[in-house]
């Protein structure tokens, strides 16, 4: 993926709030066991998960509301149960979403970025300001 997928806003709310989470996450005190799941253990599931089903199947597109309510639903089990490993998880993937310009859910921003894909899970965090920087660019014709 070489075109980024995401705007200005997009990238700056997916910066800050990753940024964030980082930040909470020192704040909350890094243990080594926790640094290990939520910058190794957890992207590794989402990696090998994807990975799993071959290099050429195609895109995964899990982007309608039931996904979203997934996708909410294993935030607020990660973050109820392991929650300094979320942070860092989570905010990780929003800063390389950022960097990247990948749209869509962060927690497949780093799968996608060192396997090379785009495959998609629904977000409603950033989809708001998506939408709206979509359509300002659909308005203004570029």
């Known amino acids: 993926m ?19 989470l980082v930040a909470v996450a020192a704040l909350e005190g890094l243990e080594i066991p926790s640094v290990l799941v939520g910058m190794v253990v957890l992207p590794a599931v989402f990696i090998v998960a994807l990975a799993l089903r071959g ?14 309510f997934v996708n909410c639903g294993t935030a607020f089990v990660l973050f109820s149960w392991i929650t300094v490993p979320a942070m860092l998880f989570y905010g990780t993937s929003m800063i390389v979403a950022a960097w990247r310009g990948i749209g869509a859910c962060e927690i497949f921003a780093i799968s996608n970025w060192l396997r ?18 979509s359509s300002r660019v659909t308005a203004d014709g570029g």
């Open 2 to 20: 070489s075109e980024r997928q995401i705007g200005r806003w997009g990238t700056t709310a997916r910066a800050v709030v990753g940024t964030g």
């Open 116 to 133: 090379g894909r785009d495959d998609r899970l629904g977000c409603p965090l950033f989809l708001p300001v998506d939408a709206l920087e």
């Open 55 to 68: 290099r050429t199947a195609s895109a995964v597109r899990l982007e309608a509301p039931l996904w979203h």
